[in-house]
Structures are given as C-alpha cells and as structure tokens.
T-cell receptor, first 115, second 111 residues
Framework: NAGVTQTPKFQVLKTGQSMTLQCAQD?????MSWYRQDPGMGLRLIHY???????DQGEVPNGYNVSRSTTEDFPLRLLSAAPSQTSVYFC??????????????FGSGTRLTVV | GNSVTQMEGPVTLSEEAFLTINCTYT??????LFWYVQYPGEGLQLLLK?????DKGSNKGFEATYRKETTSFHLEKGSVQVSDSAVYFC??????????FGKGTLLTVNP
C-alpha cells in the first residue's frame, strides 16, 4: 500500500516555465487536496477535489490549475512559474470524514524552486 | 470561519523535559481536533485526535484533551526525546473533508 505518492521530490524552474506536480493515491479516497508550505505561514490550501470531475479553489489558487479525471490522480499545474511560487507542495487525501476518522494522508512533498 | 492558533515557536528543550504546545481554536459547529507531526524532510502524519468534548487523544507518549469550555487542545508530553524534534501542527475539521491548520510549532530537543 503506497499511500500518497508525489513526484518529483525536487524541481528547479526558470521564471515563466510551466510544469505539473503529480499526486497519486491508491486508497480509493474521494477527497484530494494540494497545500503549499512556506516558513511562518503554515499550510495553505491551493485547490481541492471531492471526487472525479469535481474541483474547487482553496485560499491561494492564483497561478495554479488542477483537474481530477480519475479517483487516483490529482495533478497540480503551474502555468507560468514565478519566484513567489517557490515553496514545498504537499498533496493530501482522505475518504469521507465521519466523526471517528483519521483526517488526511499526506504525500512526502515536492520542493520547488523558481529562479 | 474556522481558525487555529498555536503558540509561536521555535521551542527548544533538553531531553526528558516536559513539553506543552498550546493550541486554541475558533469554529463554526462542533469540530474534531487533530495534532499532526512533520519530521524533517517528510510530509505530515497524524499524531493524535479527539472528536468530542473531554476526549483525550494519546499516542507515543503525547496527549491532548479536547476542552470545549476553553476552545483548546494543548499538546503535552512528560519527557521528550531527541527523536521528538519536529514541527507540530494543530488542526480542526467541522465539515466532511476540509481541515484547517495552525501555522505549526518547531520543536528542537537537545541531548
């Protein structure tokens, strides 16, 4: 059981380049989300999805696109990278959150640097 | 809306010291509460949880009690180890999916 798999682990981009951060889960979780983690800012939600074909914006969606064509995959696309997008990105997934549930399963992160 | 406030870090302790990391929250509705831990270079993982008032979550020697009257969920450990060095996040959930996180508290334990 691999859990949540993120690729790549590290990436350096030049300003203006585009790229896709991959996230895959094998737990049949309905909910998937992307966060960015910056020093002193905690975790900020970028986009999330409650099922295939359904996505919505979080707190900081500008400059990012997502799609959810399958239950397993939730890629995050940077359209035109900017230095302000230098961050560590985490993907997280969960099933329906009944009151006794354990919250999210996180991937190990992608460290992105935009120069 | 929902929000979580954690004590500012970093926190630096000697091995075997007592740890408290404060967490208070504001929520619409009746939240479930969580503590997550992030070890260096890794993603977050669930440490403990509590789903109703007066519940005590516990794991790996850490404890936190859901205090509805003070809207708090403070994390405690009686004797920390070097291996406990990590970032700790308090979080809450009121709906079906979304978690709201605090900003995290960096703990460093020295031998």
């Amino acid at each position: 059981n691999a859990g949540v798999t993120q690729t790549p682990k590290f990436q350096v981009l030049k300003t203006g380049q585009s790229m896709t951060l991959q996230c895959a889960q094998d737990m049949n979780h309905e909910y998937m989300s992307w966060y960015r983690q910056d020093p002193g800012m905690g975790l900020r939600l970028i986009h999330y999805s409650v099922g295939a074909g359904i996505t919505d914006q979080g707190e900081v969606p500008n400059g990012y696109n997502v799609s959810r064509s399958t239950t397993e995959d939730f890629p995050l696309r940077l359209l035109s990278a900017a230095p302000s997008q230098t961050s560590v990105y985490f993907c997280a997934s969960s099933n329906y959150q009944g009151r006794g549930s354990d919250g999210y399963t996180f991937g190990s992160g992608t460290r992105l640097t935009v120069v | 809306g929902n929000s979580v406030t954690q004590m500012e870090g970093p926190v630096t302790l000697s091995e075997e010291a007592f740890l408290t990391i404060n967490c208070t929250y504001t929520a619409t509705g009746y939240p479930s509460l969580f503590w997550y831990v992030q070890y260096p270079g890794e993603g977050l993982q669930l440490l403990l949880k509590a789903t109703k008032a007066d519940d005590k979550g516990s794991n790996k020697g850490f404890e936190a009690t859901y205090r509805k009257e003070t809207t708090s969920f403070h994390l405690e450990k009686g004797s920390v180890q070097v291996s406990d060095s990590a970032v700790y996040f308090c979080a809450l959930r009121t709906g079906n999916y979304k978690l709201t996180f605090g900003k995290g508290t960096l703990l460093t334990v020295n031998p």
